[in-house]
């Protein structure tokens, strides 16, 4: 039997040899492409339809034993070692470190990205728009609680583009420097995390003082700071900020899920399966049939449009602006003539972004 396993072990680290090697060519093949485009920064030849188009290869030459995940994870963080050759991509996100949003940074960009945590959605833009930082992830919408309505009313002015998104299965516990519930005074989180927990809490801590704070690290910083302050937070955050978990998976929701948008300063190429976000608005919108009026030029030409949402346009009282998502890249010859036809229509329009559908199935965050 001991011959055998020394026989497997020697098969393994022939092929970790091998596995190495090829990690190596692969670097060498990006060092020469960055070479060959003459770019001095990773955003001048960071293609993310590209990366898309590589991941879904990914996924479907997968057979076993690694589950898609792992295998995605795994390519992910070679994709991104090897750009970072160079110098590494800066990507701002609503911070700070040990957020949901600095997961999702993660889970995009792998660990070789230079994440900068950044205090509110608002500096994130502005981040990006400078240039400070080559792109920025924000979250945009939650399968319990909807939209994050700033993100959405920053794209009204911004000239950003969406260049990707992110979903990531939220689950929240939680967490304390105290040893039982009974301990716990008032639970400080963000806005969002509060809600999406109101009925679990409610129930295992009924009249309890919830204080809505900038980010949930922001009230694990407090938790461990404060005496009798629990947070809403990840696991994650328990180990930064050194708490112990009181209750875990405390979301009403078991399919509570936050969808995040990655930005950057750039509209993007097809990848082969996209989708594209606008903006748009029309005159009178209080004038019967406005909104069809709109949209109808999407259903003549077989366009689906999966999410809308309107926001105050802030330019006159009970004025809307809508923001809607659509299956297909802007560039597709259908979807091109609709919102050709959308644009004649409408008092203000933007395409958003058009990018690559989220790859990473919709799993639990490790932590």
Not at 166 to 174: D, P, Q, S, T
Not at 179 to 193: D, F, M, N, P, Y
Not at 275 to 296: F, H, Q, V, W
Not at 330 to 348: C, G, H, M, V
Request: charged letters at 25%.
């Amino acid at each position: 039997m001991s011959r055998d396993i020394g026989a497997l072990r020697q098969r393994s680290d022939a092929i970790d040899e091998q596995i190495q090697g090829l990690i190596d060519d692969r670097a060498r093949l990006a060092r020469e492409v960055g070479a060959n485009k003459q770019a001095g920064a990773a955003v001048d030849f960071y293609r993310p339809e590209r990366e898309a188009e590589v991941l879904r290869q990914v996924l479907a030459r997968n057979r076993g034993p690694l589950k898609d995940e792992e295998m995605l994870r795994l390519f992910r963080e070679i994709m991104s070692a090897c750009l970072a050759q160079q110098e590494p991509l800066k990507v701002a996100f609503l911070g700070p470190e040990g957020t949901f949003t600095h997961a999702a940074v993660t889970r995009h960009f792998g660990h070789s990205a230079r994440a900068l945590p950044l205090p509110d959605i608002e500096d994130v833009f502005h981040e990006v728009e400078s240039g400070s930082a080559d792109f920025g992830v924000v979250p945009i919408e939650n399968s319990t609680e909807g939209t994050v309505r700033h993100t959405l009313d920053m794209f009204i002015s911004s000239p950003l583009k969406i260049c990707g998104e992110v979903e990531l299965a939220i689950r929240h516990h939680l967490l304390g420097r105290m040893r039982s519930l009974g301990e716990v005074r008032r639970i400080c989180a963000h806005g969002q995390a509060l809600a999406q927990c109101r009925s679990t809490l409610d129930g295992i801590l009924p009249g309890i003082e919830k204080i809505a704070v900038s980010s949930n690290a922001e009230g694990a910083r407090r938790a461990r700071d404060e005496s009798g302050t629990a947070a809403i937070a990840s696991k994650v955050a328990a180990e930064i900020y050194g708490l112990e978990t009181l209750a875990a998976e405390i979301e009403d929701s078991p399919d509570n899920t936050t969808r995040f948008h990655v930005v950057g300063r750039t509209l993007l190429a097809p990848s082969g399966r996209d989708k594209t976000t606008i903006l748009m608005s029309i005159a009178d919108t209080e004038s019967p049939g406005a909104l069809y009026r709109l949209l109808e030029p999407l259903a003549r030409f077989g366009v689906s449009m999966t999410r809308i949402e309107s926001r105050p346009s802030r330019q006159r009282k009970w004025h809307y602006v809508f923001f809607a998502d659509l299956d297909g890249h802007a560039a597709d010859p259908n979807l091109a003539a609709a919102l050709e036809e959308l644009a004649r229509t409408a008092s203000l329009f933007k395409v958003l972004g058009a990018y690559p559908c989220g790859i990473w199935p919709r799993l639990d965050l490790p932590g």
